[in-house]
């Protein structure tokens, strides 16, 4: 019965920013863990970052730290990841994902958006 929605894809140029946002309907966003994942052509679904229910812990992947930011406003049910210097390696499907715990496991989130599209060019 959770839905997510994301939006903010679009086009950049290497060294530019986007910004995504994720809303989740429903009463119990804030019980949900939430993460970012991403999927490039010919790959698998691979982890970006995700942060706790409270808000209080996040973790990246190692090919996005100190570049993207993943935050949460519980009370406007909404995540978002903030990518900074985007790369041409960034390029590929985003997708939102509500888990019970944090993890960076595709495997275990239960609820998944449609995916917005993010392409970095050179």
């Known amino acids: 019965q959770v839905q997510l929605v994301e939006s903010g894809g679009g086009l950049a140029q290497a060294g530019g920013s986007l910004r995504l946002s994720c809303a989740v309907s429903?009463?119990?966003?804030?019980?949900?863990?939430m993460g970012w994942f991403r999927q490039a052509p010919g790959k698998e679904r691979e982890f970006v970052a995700c942060?706790?229910?409270?808000?209080?812990?996040?973790y990246y992947a190692s090919a996005v730290k100190g570049r993207f930011t993943i935050s949460r406003d519980n009370a406007q049910n909404t995540v978002y990841l903030q990518m900074n210097n985007l790369k041409p390696d960034d390029t590929g499907v985003y997708y939102c994902?509500?888990?019970?715990?944090?993890?960076?496991?595709?495997?275990?989130?239960?609820?998944w958006g449609q995916g917005t599209q993010v392409t970095a060019s050179s």
């Open positions: 994902a509500a888990a019970d715990y944090t993890t960076r496991f595709v495997d275990e989130y239960h609820y």
């Open positions: 942060i706790s229910a409270s808000g209080g812990s996040t």
């Open positions: 429903g009463r119990t966003f804030s019980n949900y863990a």
